[in-house]
């Protein structure tokens, strides 16, 4: 399968070769991606509710994305976008590495999903009008953070909605999510740089910038005895709701 190209792009090509080297077990829940699978039951209720919310459905209603289009950038091997889809959604997802998708693909279609996955950065789509544009745990992970919101920003429809997630640059997060987690083996190593966190303040001033406004942010903590729970506790790890101005 083709790299995506990274020139004129804001993909990390080391970024991009780490990220693809965790591609075969990436649907394992106990593999080198258990902390995502024990995070996106809550991002995915976080995401519900917001889009329960910004395109007022009833939160009964077990298709609300039937006839809208989503984009997820820097899907991996698509952990949210096969819910997206169940949830009605006409699907693309982005991701840098071509392991990742080309992993993807062969998960939906063992689960009879049709999601359009493509080895391609956000800067080089030429597609528009989504109605939902998610990044989750990606900003952190780019060359151009700058041009990375711009690309996000083009895809989406003036009606649309944006979600990201990123963990917040603090002292807690580096000891957690650096320090410890990569130590005993729940994130893989190498996988962050605590320098290119994010605090909420940053990365709503970059949005800003490209006419988005600020809905709602909300933290991602963890509880000993619960796991991952949305909390009003913004240090460790945040998602955030945007719509333009």
């Known amino acids: 399968m083709t790299k995506a190209s990274t020139a004129n792009s804001t993909i990390n090509p080391d970024e991009a070769a780490h990220f693809g080297a965790l591609a075969a077990d990436w649907w394992d829940p106990k593999g080198s991606s258990a902390m995502l699978h024990k995070l996106n039951p809550v991002r995915?209720?976080?995401?519900?509710?917001?889009?329960?919310?910004?395109?007022?459905?009833?939160?009964?209603?077990l298709r609300p994305l039937t006839g809208k289009r989503v984009l997820d950038v820097g899907c991996g091997a698509g952990l949210l976008c096969e819910p997206l889809a169940r949830l009605g959604a006409q699907v693309?997802?982005?991701?840098?590495?071509?392991?990742?998708?080309?992993?993807?693909?062969?998960?939906?279609?063992?689960?009879?999903?049709?999601?359009?996955?493509?080895?391609?950065a956000i800067e080089q789509l030429p597609d528009t009008g989504f109605d939902l544009v998610t990044s989750l745990e990606v900003i952190e992970h780019v060359d151009d953070p700058e041009e990375f919101v711009a690309g996000l920003t083009r895809a989406l429809s003036d009606e649309g909605l944006m979600i990201l997630s990123t963990p917040n640059r603090t002292a807690k997060s580096k000891?957690?999510?650096?320090?410890?987690?990569?130590?005993?083996?729940?994130?893989?190593?190498?996988?962050?740089?605590?320098?290119?966190?994010?605090?909420?303040?940053?990365?709503?001033?970059?949005?800003?910038?490209?006419?988005?406004?600020?809905?709602?942010?909300?933290?991602?903590?963890?509880?000993p005895l619960q796991g991952f729970e949305l909390s009003d506790d913004l240090s460790l790890n945040y998602l955030m709701t945007l719509h333009r101005k």
């Open 175 to 223: 000891l957690l999510l650096v320090e410890m987690a990569e130590l005993v083996g729940q994130i893989p190593r190498g996988t962050h740089d605590h320098d290119k966190f994010f605090t909420p303040e940053e990365l709503a001033k970059l949005l800003a910038a490209e006419s988005m406004e600020l809905i709602d942010t909300t933290g991602i903590n963890f509880n």
């Open 44 to 61: 995915l209720g976080y995401i519900r509710e917001q889009i329960d919310l910004h395109f007022d459905i009833d939160s009964s209603e």
């Open 92 to 120: 693309t997802g982005l991701d840098a590495a071509s392991e990742n998708i080309a992993a993807a693909k062969a998960h939906a279609e063992a689960q009879g999903l049709n999601i359009d996955y493509r080895n391609q």
